[in-house]
């Protein structure tokens, strides 16, 4: 069965300095994998997402994140965070024989920049 | 282009009663799902619909039924609420390949009482 980890449920990080999210996955085969960032009583957004190829990926709003296959890690990642930056940020999984693009979801981490 | 949308914002019910939670997209989208969304747990898929005509049980189905109206619409419905059902819902889309983000509404905060 597919299934995500985010160990920390919270990040705290200075306004400038770089940022890590840490993701970790577990699924049969090939995986596809996604980042979405939700802001306080908003929906999810998409933000990036790993299919195949380059195993840094870069995504919106300056995001990337780096595929780890040997590691099954997928750590979101920013070289300088921001004030917006704040809000609760989820790593996804889908295998890739997976039926109906079922998504399997992490719990969730906070991120929190302080200027 | 409003993509994904979900009615209504919020609903109070009592315990025992029944409500119907709305989402249409307007992406020509084959696949649409109904998730729950409560804290420390992220987000639980009740059902999905991979295409027109076809719904399927997610990971927490108990209480809810769907209807897959048309391509644009898949409805929630709760029978008789319970207090456990209390949460926010989230309604999303996504195209026909696998390789597909989903597509988010703004959610539906329900509270039983």
């Known amino acids: 069965a597919q299934s995500v980890a985010q160990p920390e449920d919270q990040v705290n990080v200075a306004e400038g300095n770089p940022l890590t999210v840490k993701c970790t996955y577990s699924?049969?085969?090939?995986?596809?994998l996604f980042w979405y960032v939700q802001y306080p009583n908003r929906g999810l957004q998409f933000l990036l997402k790993?299919?195949?190829?380059?195993?840094l990926v870069k995504g919106s709003y300056g995001f990337e994140a780096e595929f780890n296959k040997s590691q099954t890690s997928f750590h979101l990642k920013k070289p300088s965070a921001l004030v917006s930056d704040s809000a609760l940020y989820f790593c996804a999984v889908r295998g890739i024989m997976e039926y109906g693009n079922k998504l399997v979801f992490g719990a969730g981490t906070i991120l929190r920049v302080k200027s | 282009n409003a993509g994904v949308t979900q009615t209504p914002k919020f609903q109070v019910l009592k315990t025992g009663q029944s409500m119907t939670l709305q989402c249409a997209q307007d992406m020509n989208h084959n696949s649409m799902y109904w998730y729950r969304q409560d804290p420390g747990m992220g987000l639980r898929l009740i059902y999905y619909s991979a295409s027109e005509g076809t719904t399927d049980k997610g990971e927490v189905p108990n209480g809810y039924n769907v209807s897959r109206l048309n391509k644009r619409e898949f409805s929630l419905r709760l029978e008789s609420a319970a207090p456990s059902q209390t949460s926010v819902y989230f309604c999303?889309?996504?195209?026909?390949?696998?390789?597909?983000?989903?597509?988010f509404g703004p959610g539906t905060r329900l509270t039983v009482t």
């Open positions: 699924v049969s085969g090939n995986p596809y």
């Open positions: 790993y299919i195949t190829g380059d195993n």
């Open positions: 999303a889309s996504s195209g026909r390949t696998v390789q597909g983000e989903q597509y």
